[in-house]
């Protein structure tokens, strides 16, 4: 079964007797449970972790190993949202709940606008900016609301509903053990393919969620803070290409993990900020827990880390002298660079200074006037015919001394 599988593989993992484990036999699991997963064509992570979850949370229920009341995977990931729509007639607020597993976050709309130089500030969008995004108040467009309040104050002889304006928000009224947050880095381009969005995201090692929780939330929920625990990043430019890595944190080793295939190493803390994130795995803090001091709490530039807070600086300083200028062509060095770098572009070269020539000027003593003299500007950017081998412009004398002496 699937479950014995993962078990089965867990188990080799944590044992620590082999330096590489082979997954064949869960793949196989997953192809004869998963059908959708089916062969060796590229797969979304996102879409596999909850196929995966919904069929091990299925089998163990059918297997009667839980029951409804004693769900492993419902206690582990899942949380609760509260869906207020307030009518904007009345003012009469109304509230719905519905679980999730997870939280698919939205780039706001000024990261995804196309540049053709893609590493400026505005690239750098924090976690907490978009949770913002995902729990802001939207108005929606039209009377499309049945309001209970409205109707039950209309007249007795209309039988017709009145539907008004409203706008609703979305509030974390449960927290999960377990938080995953998944980006929506892929769009629908012109050309009816998923492309990606570069944006960087830049997050903690903490992440504090007050702010997106709903009033109503249960005191008995005291705690909400999370901690980081593992990233999934996605390499490629495309949805149906590239290939996924994880940085994980170990306990036992006190560190971060990259697990990359075969590739299983000790990796510093700021080679985890600075990857392309694509999912994101926070476990609650238990409420005994010392919280330390630096936790974000706000969406404001004081709340990004040293590393994304150094590359807006260096980038918004150089952004005036590269908004106009030509586009830059890497040199072999510059290619041979790390694609993941985010280190900001060095400066483009200047573009080439038109050639002037200047001739001697011929002064003709006419009523104490000086006739106009020529010169003859050469561009590399200008073309001369047979018939016309050299552009003439006219100028005053007083002009062509200034530019003669310059």
């Known amino acids: 079964s699937l479950c014995e599988e993962l078990r089965s593989l867990f188990q080799a993992l944590w044992s620590g007797q082999s330096s590489v484990v082979s997954p064949n036999a869960l793949l196989q699991a997953v192809w004869d449970y998963i059908p959708a997963f089916q062969g060796y064509s590229q797969q979304d992570a996102q879409e596999f972790l909850s196929e995966l979850l919904d069929k091990v949370q299925a089998e163990l229920h059918h297997l009667g190993y839980i029951n409804r009341s004693q769900d492993v995977v419902t206690d582990t990931f899942q949380g609760e949202l509260v869906s207020e729509i307030t009518c904007l007639s009345c003012e009469q607020k109304f509230q719905t709940y519905e679980p999730f597993m997870d939280l698919s976050l939205e780039f706001p709309s000024r990261y995804q606008r196309k540049s053709p130089n893609w590493k400026i500030a505005s690239n750098v969008c924090h976690i907490t900016e978009m949770l913002s995004h995902f729990t802001k108040s939207e108005r929606l467009d039209g009377r499309i609301y049945a309001c209970d309040s409205c109707n039950g104050k209309r007249r007795s002889n209309s039988s017709a509903k009145i539907y008004t304006k409203i706008k609703k928000q979305f509030l974390l009224s449960k ?90 190493q000790q990796v510093p803390m700021k080679e985890v900020f600075k990857s392309q994130v694509y999912i994101l795995i926070f476990s609650l803090l238990n409420p005994s827990q010392e919280l330390p001091n630096d936790i974000i709490t706000s969406t404001s530039t004081t709340a990004i880390p040293d590393l994304a807070k150094t590359y807006i600086e260096t980038t918004d300083s150089s952004r005036s002298t590269t908004r106009d200028s030509f586009t830059h062509i890497p040199t072999t060095s510059e290619k041979n660079t790390d694609p993941f770098d985010l280190s900001p572009p060095p400066p483009p070269p200047p573009p080439p200074k038109t050639a002037v020539k200047s001739f001697p000027t011929k002064t003709v003593a006419t009523q104490q006037r000086k006739i106009p003299c020529l010169l003859y500007f050469e561009s590399p950017y200008y073309t001369r015919s047979k018939s016309r081998r050299k552009r003439r412009v006219c100028v005053s004398q007083t002009l062509a001394s200034k530019i003669s002496t310059s």
């Open 175 to 264: 927290l999960p053990h377990v938080l995953r947050l998944h980006l929506k880095r892929f769009r629908w381009s012109k050309g009816n393919h998923r492309e990606k969005i570069a944006t960087h995201v830049s997050f903690d090692k903490f992440l504090n969620i007050q702010q997106f929780c709903a009033k109503s939330m249960s005191s008995i929920q005291s705690q909400r803070v999370y901690q980081l625990s593992a990233i999934i990043i996605h390499h490629g430019k495309g949805f149906g290409s590239g290939h996924y890595t994880a940085f994980c944190w170990s306990k036992e080793a006190d560190s971060w993990i990259l697990c990359n295939d075969t590739n299983v």
